[in-house]
């Protein structure tokens, strides 16, 4: 088979780096792609959201399956446009890749099909002054969200009232999410653990992934503003049997059912982003991708080959026998310094090679470029590398130990990681083993 891979980070580098191993993938084609992708596929200088440029390519090159990484071309109907046109690609049709390309859609389908949520309203630009008064109305904090996408920054939680009346007026007025942010979400704020349950369907059956946790903020202790992830590890020992249960039942069931009925087609990969809350999971956010950097620890636990999986979802054949390595991964993003607010590019990356000669350590590369002049890798954008490590099921605390003696190793101008990525989960688990001994 002739595989082609959608985008360029490092989620896109772990699916390249899992359909690399499968025996059934003649060539691979990433577009565009990064370096690290670059020395298991063939790079492709097309953007992610040409779609035309992207179905010329398959067709010139007879590619037999596209699987794409980000959320633009899916919402902008990739998969709609190549199906059309008789070509196998892995992922949601537009109708349905709503579920991430609109808050609104998908607090409303969340109501209309009974699914754990947050309390919301939605206004739009014409309703501002009702969301003012809704704000006057509701208890602090406040979380208020863009509709549209706005690159991972359009969620604010607001501590204050005030805040939020700021907040509404920058998103509304100051039109800082340009259209993305003109229909808005504010909705109640929930408490609890964050996890991500990554879910892949062919429409009607499913199955789920480790269950797996992001680190979504710049500094440690979950402090400082929301990045893309800046770390996560899996399987997660915060989601429990149960959850997963609960999950199955009252989440992904019903959302698939919904989106039949609805005859909005869902083959690909379902992101769940949830608050376990006292009262059950909650779902935060909906994406119609994989997850990045949950992607990077969820691909290195499966045991099986990754493109009959993703082949049987789009046929329609998807069972549930999916196994799985009885190991933990974690991986850790070495960001630019500055990152996510201002940060420079171009820096030499250093201690690459030694780093992944480590024992059970994969890198990713996400912003990285080659300098042309030099010839040297140096950093290209916000979140630079992942590196992950795989360890023994039963001891998180080592797989982390793992990672971070990998990344010591890698060495650049300004280069920023948090510290304590799964240290919740070793807190979590410490606690569990007092509770069962006390
Ligand atoms: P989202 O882009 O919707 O995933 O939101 C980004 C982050 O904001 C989430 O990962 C949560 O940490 C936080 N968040 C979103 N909605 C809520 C909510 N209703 N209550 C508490 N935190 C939230
Ligand atoms: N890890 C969060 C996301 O992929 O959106």
Same mark, same amino acid.
């Given at each position: 088979m002739k595989v082609l891979i959608i985008g360029s980070g490092g989620r896109e580098h772990a699916l390249a780096w899992k359909v690399r191993q499968s025996p059934h993938v003649r060539e691979l084609f990433c577009a565009p792609g990064n370096p690290g992708i670059g020395t298991i596929a063939t790079l492709v200088d097309?953007?992610?959201?040409d779609l035309e440029g992207l179905h010329k390519f398959v067709l010139d090159e007879k590619i037999d399956l596209t699987i794409v990484g980000p959320e633009q071309p899916l919402i902008d109907g990739i998969v709609d446009l190549f199906e059309e046109r008789g070509c196998r690609i892995f992922g949601p049709r537009r109708d349905a890749a709503l579920l991430e390309g609109s808050k609104i859609f998908a607090k409303q389908f969340m109501k209309k099909y009974q699914i754990p949520t947050a309390e919301f309203h939605s206004f739009t630009f014409g309703e501002r002054f009702d969301a003012e008064r809704y704000i006057n109305e509701i208890p602090a904090p406040i979380v208020i969200k863009a509709?549209?996408?706005?690159?991972?920054?359009?969620v604010s939680i607001c501590e204050t009232k005030e805040q939020a009346l700021g907040t509404l007026d920058k998103m509304m007025n100051g039109k800082i999410f340009g259209q993305a942010g003109m229909n808005i979400v504010i909705e109640e704020y929930l408490e609890g653990e964050e996890a991500s349950i990554l879910v892949l369907t062919d429409g009607n059956n499913f199955v789920l992934l480790p269950p797996a946790q992001d680190h979504?903020?710049?500094?440690?202790?979950?402090?400082g503003k929301n990045t893309g992830g800046m770390g996560a590890y899996a399987? =997660?020992?915060?989601?429990?049997e149960e959850i997963v249960e609960s999950v199955k039942s009252d989440i992904v069931r019903p959302v698939l059912k919904g989106l039949a009925l609805e005859g909005r087609n869902y083959k690909g990969c379902l992101y769940v982003g949830l608050m376990l809350t006292q009262t059950g999971p909650k779902v935060v956010e909906f994406n119609c991708r994989f997850g990045d950097p949950e992607t990077q620890v969820i691909l290195p636990l499966l045991e099986d080959d990754f493109v009959e999986l993703v082949m049987n979802c789009i046929d329609g054949?998807?069972?549930?026998?999916v196994t799985w390595r009885p190991q933990t991964a974690v991986c850790i993003v070495i960001a630019s310094g500055g990152y996510p607010d201002h940060y420079d590019i171009g820096k030499p990356i250093l201690g690459l090679d030694t780093a992944s000669a480590e024992r059970d350590v994969v890198i990713f590369h996400a912003g990285t470029q080659i300098d042309?002049? =030099?010839?040297t890798l140096v950093t290209a954008g916000g979140r630079v590398l992942g590196v992950t490590a795989l360890g023994s099921q039963n001891n998180l605390e080592e797989t982390i130990g793992r990672a971070y003696h990998a990344v010591e190793k890698i060495t650049f101008d300004g280069a920023y990681y948090r510290s304590d990525i799964g240290k919740r989960a070793v807190r979590f688990l410490q606690k569990s083993r007092d509770t069962e001994h006390s």
């Open positions: 097309i953007k992610a959201n509709d549209g996408l706005a690159a991972g920054k359009g979504k903020r710049i500094f440690d202790n979950d402090k399987p =997660t020992p915060v989601v429990n054949a998807l069972t549930r026998n042309h002049r =030099t010839g």
